[in-house]
């Protein structure tokens, strides 16, 4: 059974310095993983889509990184801002079915302090 | 292009009730999936659609049901309603290829439910 963990839980950091989230999940196949963030009582906004044949994608001040062999991703941002502030959640899609079930980890909530 | 839109965003009912949702996905998108949101159990996967047919479903009882449209809508139903049903409730559009890893997905701003 797939399983999805993000570590730290929490991370408070100055504004202005770079970050990394982590993901780890427990089964190597999958079609794709994708981060997400989430604001307060929000919905999610999708951040990044690695597909399994890719090692990393990059939008603007975020990074993220694909090692399915190890069976983990990072979200690095740089710069951070008040404004990135939110939950991170990473999810994948376990290779095999014809879904688009999404498998979520447990989330980190990132304060950035001004 | 419009993103996924969910109504109503807010919802208050007392216990033994039934409610509504409804999702919009967004044009040209054919999967629709739906989650729950607690505090305590996180994101969890409620069902997914894919051209009117339900293609997966997740570990919920079946007080909750759901269907798709053929323009793609999508609505879940949850019947006798309980304390325990309170949660955010979102639902993702993608468009749904089978098995493909292109399939970015895109998510409402949820509807709010309260059990009472």
């Known amino acids: 059974k797939q399983e999805v963990t993000q570590i730290p839980a929490a991370l408070s950091v100055p504004e202005g310095e770079n970050l990394v989230l982590n993901c780890s999940f427990t089964?190597?196949?999958?079609?794709?993983l994708q981060w997400f963030r989430q604001d307060p009582g929000k919905g999610l906004t999708s951040l990044l889509l690695i597909q399994s044949s890719q090692r990393e994608q990059t939008s603007g001040r975020l990074n993220a990184s694909l090692d399915k062999s190890s069976g983990r991703s990072t979200l690095y941002i740089a710069a951070s801002q008040p404004g990135d502030s939110a939950t991170y959640l990473c999810a994948v899609i376990e290779y095999g079915g014809a879904t688009n079930k999404l498998i979520f980890g447990t989330g980190t909530l990132l304060a950035v302090q001004p | 292009k419009a993103g996924v839109t969910q109504t109503p965003r807010y919802l208050i009912k007392t216990r033994g009730q039934q409610v509504t949702l409804s999702c919009s996905p967004i044009s040209g998108h054919r999967s629709v999936s739906w989650y729950q949101q607690t505090p305590g159990q996180g994101l969890q996967f409620l069902f997914e659609y894919f051209s009117e047919t339900q293609r997966n479903k997740g570990n919920f009882p079946g007080r909750f049901s759901g269907r798709q449209f053929s323009n793609s809508r999508s609505e879940m139903n949850v019947s006798t309603l309980e304390l325990g049903d309170s949660a955010l409730y979102l639902c993702?559009?993608?468009?749904?290829?089978?098995?493909?890893?292109?399939?970015?997905?895109?998510f409402g701003p949820g509807t709010r439910l309260t059990v009472l």
């Open positions: 089964d190597s196949a999958i079609y794709n």
């Open positions: 993702a559009s993608s468009q749904g290829n089978r098995g493909s890893s292109y399939n970015e997905q895109f």
